[in-house]
């Protein structure tokens, strides 16, 4: 597939393997990838609009600032990807569910998204945002959160054990049964400047 990408004018693909193709060269607009893997390839700054990727798997990709304007991801697991300043926000509110690990989303934005469960595994997330969204149950084992926004963010039942760097106001946001390390407490305590030993 790598040497006759362009070559290819299919708009559905199942089962294919793509590997270190730059997609930055080619629309991709109303395209559909199921059970499809891509290996080492660039979306950077691309136009993802429409497109659906269903039970896909990425792994060492760069969606670095994609448009993906009601862009489809189901059960899509990304592994050491670059997702730098991607607004999922109009991304399609039907087929939207992830499985982060080891990716830099640094300054992404997650804002009133549903992404429950979803974990962040070994992430770096520094100045995303999740205002209003509802991250119950998600895990952020071994994630730096540093200046992450949660603002009035359902963050019940998430797992924060492990993570690092995170400033979270308990009266801004949804916490019951929200899991943390006795040591991670000034995360939560940060902004009363106490001296927590």
Not at 66 to 82: D, I, Q, S
Not at 127 to 132: H, K, L, V, Y
Request: aromatic share 16%; charged share 30%.
């Amino acid at each position: 597939m790598k040497n006759n990408w362009d070559d290819k004018e299919e708009k559905f693909y199942e089962r294919e393997v793509f590997t270190a193709i730059d997609f930055t060269e080619k629309p991709l607009k109303n395209w559909e990838f199921y059970k499809c893997k891509f290996e080492k390839c660039v979306f950077s700054n691309s136009d993802l609009s429409n497109t659906t990727f269903e039970d896909c798997t990425f792994d060492g990709c760069d969606f670095s600032m994609a448009v993906v304007k009601n862009t489809g991801f189901r059960n899509a697991v990304l592994t050491e990807c670059k997702l730098l300043g991607v607004n999922f926000s109009p991304c399609s509110k039907l087929m939207f569910s992830f499985h982060f690990e080891k990716c830099n989303l640094n300054y992404a934005v997650f804002l009133g998204r549903n992404l429950k469960k979803t974990p962040f595994l070994d992430c770096t997330l520094k100045e995303a945002d999740f205002s209003e969204a509802d991250l119950t149950g998600c895990k952020f084992t071994q994630s730096d959160l540093t200046l992450t926004r949660f603002s009035n963010t359902n963050l019940e039942q998430a797992d924060f054990r492990g993570a690092v760097n995170f400033s979270i106001e308990p009266e801004f946001n949804k916490m019951k049964k929200a899991k943390f390390n006795m040591y991670q407490l000034e995360g939560l305590l940060y902004k009363y400047q106490l001296d927590i030993e």
